[in-house]
């Protein structure tokens, strides 16, 4: 995402007024209103940022598996739905949770007022299925905020500049967050979900894995877009753009999460290695007979989601989602050139703003994964993060040696 | 319904223009789009209507149970639901809908556009849960039929003078269908439904019930009134301040159905009594210690939808429907009144404009109830009806009786 209009409003509200309250962004997913009880456990937590003072901004996913369902639902109506119904139909599932979490709050004896994308003043480009949001027009939310209601924004959508219903893709409710955050001046922008926060490894893999406090934005970047799924890539993005503190936290426990902002000094003498984060697969193309810039221009025309790319002499290697398999042999078959692809690795990545000054990190990486006996067919690396590819079947096995070598418990 | 500001839109576009094609609206109810196979059904109808040459607008219902899932569902957040996040929740079933029938046209391939309530301009009060449209205006609309496209509207729901989505209440599609019939000065508005038209009385009662051709607004008002469930009394209503020739018909069948519009001396020479109407239960309340203004006052604070009214002494007799019964005793224990109610009683009505130059209707009605041993502890009437409260269990006998006797078969 680039710089858009609606830092401008950011930059209108940023300056908080004197003795005004502080104003919270409070986002919550799918398993977290996944059902009526946990809904009205929602509605209470935002009843006590309420009342702790706070100008109060909701941001709801759709309850558990609605948007599966319409889906589906879509589906047997119609073996490739038009993008444009499409974005009509799943857009409800937020609706939803909204106006049950105004009925929800009512109860609790506090105003609320659930608004649409379209009310909330989400304004995105016309691209369905995928919009990026282009302005923000809070004018509704700033109204019901001086009233002393809390907000309740349907995530995921927005209207388009021709008026029309679109959605914004993978991670939608999380950028409508992070996006409302900076349109408002928020303080600060919470991220419910169902884990404590962003841990030193996926604590399913590595028992002991321990909860981070802080990261800067380029970790939690690398994280999220390496396998850390408790928050979008694209909405980390545009908090660093706007520079929109976050935290990471548990919709089920009152414990302080993992908070994410910009780095500073006393980031300094933190810990060399953040985490170790995974995918467990992961399809990886050799193909040659082209150019990047052609390749990668008609896998962006098709949506693919290209994760790593090397490239070291004629042949181009890059990486994307298992589930964009079809739409990236379709795209390579277009463009005739010749090409593998395997689907047996997984990926494991060591994330850590610390190691842009310890040189020894890759070294220390490798000797661990061949005292595993574990093969890296591929490795990449940015100045805060080692990638390996690994296969699929030793994906945990690499995470738990790397967790232990580099002491992260 | 009293006239209001869409009228005025309608006089703007009431004139056709020369040579410009028909312009239908089309109404299709819950059962008719009640799983993706009939919804496609309906898409195939509605481009039949386009390639015969029409501007098609069709107004769509919830897909089967959605809205009483819906309405379950927030029963499980809330004992009481706001009314405000009530619309804003049970507003979706209608959206989905559209959602889909634009997804099938596609595939059909043809061009449609499915429009919220909002989007398609039906603005409203701002009394949630039973709304009165208060104009319409249909840019949108205009825009895409000129386009060539077909125009789907979200039935039932519309946006207030507030900014905040509203629904209409009971009978609420089928009074968007001709609210926006009138708006857009369309040729004739078709209310499909999953029976062939009016019928001369309810054929699971009367199994040589004949549906009827044609009817006056008037009858149709009384017949809807008195229990012929095809369409919403209030749509009626809207259609007859307007003169919107209305035709309501099968979605399963191509046959003509019954066109109900404006009296013209061409119905003058019709039969005396159009057909036999009934309702199963009324609450009927005997109340005394009070004046008609203050009651009735109070019951429609209550939004208890009374029917009859009959007045003979210090004591009112009114009846309700069943459902309404919590409502409207919840009202009279308020106004500390004395009352009785009763729970036992149907209704059977017999409607016809050619009863209103033949006394001898009356007459024959109570001596053929009275052959057959039926009481009607309660008898009320118009110019062109007669209805009698008879026991509940008496009303099917009744119904055959009177159809029988008036030879409608």
Not at 154 to 183: C, E, K, M, N
């Given at each position: 995402?680039?710089?858009?209009?609606y830092e401008?409003s950011?930059?209108?509200t940023?300056?908080?007024?004197?003795?005004?309250?502080?104003?919270?962004?409070?986002k919550?997913?799918?398993t977290?209103?996944?059902?009526?009880e946990?809904?009205?456990?929602?509605a209470?937590?935002?009843?006590?940022a309420r009342?702790?003072?706070?100008?109060?901004?909701?941001?709801l996913?759709?309850?558990?598996?609605?948007?599966d369902?319409l889906?589906e639902?879509a589906r047997?109506?119609?073996?490739h739905?038009?993008?444009?119904?499409?974005?009509?139909l799943i857009?409800?599932?937020?609706?939803?949770s909204?106006?049950?979490a105004?009925?929800a709050?009512?109860?609790?004896?506090?105003?609320?007022?659930s608004?649409t994308?379209?009310?909330?003043?989400?304004?995105?480009?016309?691209?369905?299925?995928?919009?990026k949001?282009?302005?923000?027009?809070?004018?509704?939310?700033h109204?019901?905020?001086?009233e002393g209601?809390?907000?309740?924004?349907?995530?995921?959508?927005?209207?388009s500049?021709?008026?029309d219903?679109?959605t914004l893709?993978?991670?939608g409710?999380?950028t409508?967050?992070?996006?409302?955050?900076?349109?408002l001046?928020?303080?600060v922008?919470?991220?419910?979900?169902?884990?404590?926060?962003?841990?030193?490894?996926?604590?399913?893999?590595?028992?002991?894995?321990?909860?981070?406090?802080l990261?800067s934005?380029?970790?939690m970047?690398?994280?999220?877009?390496?396998?850390?799924?408790v928050?979008?890539?694209r909405?980390?993005e545009?908090a660093r753009?706007?520079n929109?503190?976050l935290?990471?936290?548990?919709?089920?426990?009152?414990?302080e999460?993992?908070?994410?902002?910009e780095?500073d000094e006393?980031m300094?003498?933190?810990?060399?290695?953040?985490g170790?984060v995974?995918q467990?697969e992961?399809?990886?193309?050799?193909?040659?007979?082209t150019?990047?810039?052609?390749?990668?221009?008609?896998?962006a025309?098709?949506?693919?989601?290209v994760?790593?790319?090397?490239?070291?002499?004629d042949?181009i290697v890059?990486?994307?989602?298992v589930?964009?398999?079809?739409?990236a042999?379709?795209?390579?078959?277009?463009l005739?050139?010749e090409?593998?692809?395997?689907?047996?690795?997984?990926?494991?990545?060591?994330?850590?703003a610390?190691?842009?000054?310890?040189?020894g990190?890759?070294?220390?990486?490798?000797a661990t994964?061949?005292?595993a006996?574990?093969?890296?067919?591929l490795v990449?690396?940015?100045?805060?993060?080692?990638a390996?590819?690994?296969?699929?079947?030793?994906?945990?096995?690499?995470?738990?040696?790397?967790h232990?070598?580099?002491?992260?418990?």
């Amino acid at each position: 995402m680039t710089t858009t209009d609606y830092e401008a409003s950011a930059r209108e509200t940023a300056e908080p007024e004197p003795g005004r309250a502080s104003l919270v962004v409070m986002k919550f997913g799918g398993t977290s209103v996944s059902d009526p009880e946990r809904l009205k456990a929602v509605a209470r937590r935002l009843v006590t940022a309420r009342q702790a003072g706070n100008r109060v901004v909701a941001v709801l996913s759709a309850m558990g598996d609605t948007t599966d369902e319409l889906i589906e639902l879509a589906r047997r109506v119609s073996p490739h739905p038009k993008p444009r119904a499409m974005d009509m139909l799943i857009s409800v599932g937020e609706r939803i949770s909204g106006a049950l979490a105004e009925m929800a709050l009512h109860d609790l004896g506090h105003e609320a007022v659930s608004l649409t994308g379209s009310q909330a003043g989400i304004v995105t480009d016309t691209v369905h299925g995928k919009a990026k949001i282009v302005d923000i027009r809070p004018k509704r939310i700033h109204e019901a905020l001086d009233e002393g209601k809390i907000v309740l924004v349907a995530g995921f959508q927005g209207v388009s500049t021709s008026f029309d219903i679109t959605t914004l893709g993978r991670g939608g409710s999380d950028t409508t967050a992070v996006a409302l955050a900076a349109a408002l001046g928020a303080d600060v922008c919470e991220i419910y979900t169902d884990v404590e926060g962003v841990f030193t490894a996926d604590p399913r893999i590595v028992p002991e894995a321990r909860k981070l406090d802080l990261l800067s934005f380029d970790e939690m970047l690398e994280m999220a877009s390496s396998g850390a799924r408790v928050i979008a890539t694209r909405a980390v993005e545009v908090a660093r753009i706007h520079n929109v503190t976050l935290q990471v936290r548990s919709t089920f426990s009152d414990r302080e999460g993992t908070w994410i902002r910009e780095e500073d000094e006393s980031m300094v003498e933190r810990a060399l290695i953040s985490g170790v984060v995974h995918q467990r697969e992961e399809t990886v193309y050799r193909v040659s007979g082209t150019t990047p810039a052609r390749l990668f221009g008609a896998l962006a025309d098709a949506s693919v989601n290209v994760d790593t790319i090397v490239q070291t002499g004629d042949e181009i290697v890059f990486s994307a989602p298992v589930e964009d398999r079809d739409d990236a042999e379709a795209t390579l078959a277009a463009l005739g050139v010749e090409y593998t692809s395997r689907d047996d690795l997984g990926k494991v990545s060591l994330v850590g703003a610390g190691m842009k000054s310890h040189p020894g990190v890759a070294a220390k990486t490798f000797a661990t994964l061949d005292s595993a006996g574990i093969a890296t067919p591929l490795v990449t690396t940015s100045p805060i993060k080692i990638a390996c590819h690994v296969a699929s079947t030793d994906v945990d096995r690499a995470v738990q040696a790397l967790h232990k070598a580099f002491d992260l418990a």
